[in-house]
């Protein structure tokens, strides 16, 4: 079931990731025309910043504990099933043929209604994920731009982006820690 909750997650990264590969390149492009001698750049995890915030966590636990919940529900009806399919097999060699192919058919069809209950679900934990984790993954962006801006960086590019980074161009820990305490940036540093 985290599969296609996952996958979500990921596409919408691998989507950010493009955006921001593609904005990198246009600022390098502005910058090596530009007049400036050297660009400050900084990076931000923030997949890593959005889960860690007090509110990714808050998000985090609830989505949990729904995907618990419909876990939960999903393994009683595959148990139901498994011990359906287990009498049908024992029941073959007393059955009629028309009498078993009913069960066998009843049987898939309580298959196929599981696979769809599946997908609901799948959908409504990504509907749902993306509806706690949006306004988190905004408000740490806009606390990375007044960051940048505070602290002079003319770039900062998401850590996914970057092969290698130097520790003191990540800037993650920071935008978490003012995130929960409120999004107030630090003053500039002298």
């Known amino acids: 079931m985290t599969g296609a909750t996952g996958e ?92 078993l192919q009913k069960r066998i058919e009843d049987w898939q069809k309580q298959m196929v209604e599981l696979q769809t209950v599946f997908l609901e679900y799948n959908k409504e934990l990504e509907k749902k994920q993306k509806e706690l984790t949006d306004p988190v993954f905004e408000k740490v962006m806009a606390i990375v731009k007044r960051v940048a801006t505070t602290e002079g960086f003319d770039l900062v590019i998401d850590r996914q982006m970057a092969a290698y980074v130097r520790t003191d161009l990540d800037l993650t820990d920071k935008c978490i820690q003012l995130y929960n305490a409120g999004g107030a940036p630090a003053p500039p540093k002298p």
Do not use: C, H, P, Y
């Open 8 to 99: 979500g997650t990921r596409s919408l990264m691998s989507f950010r990731r493009l955006l921001a590969s593609v904005l990198v390149s246009l600022a390098l492009l502005f910058a090596a025309g530009g007049a400036r001698a050297e660009m400050k750049v900084g990076v931000v995890d923030v997949q890593r910043a959005v889960a860690q915030t007090e509110d990714g966590l808050r998000a985090q636990a609830t989505l949990k504990k729904l995907f618990d919940n419909r876990q939960q529900e999903l393994n009683k009806k595959q148990n139901d099933l498994q011990k359906q399919r287990e009498e049908i097999d024992k029941q073959s060699k007393v059955l009629s043929k028309d009498a």
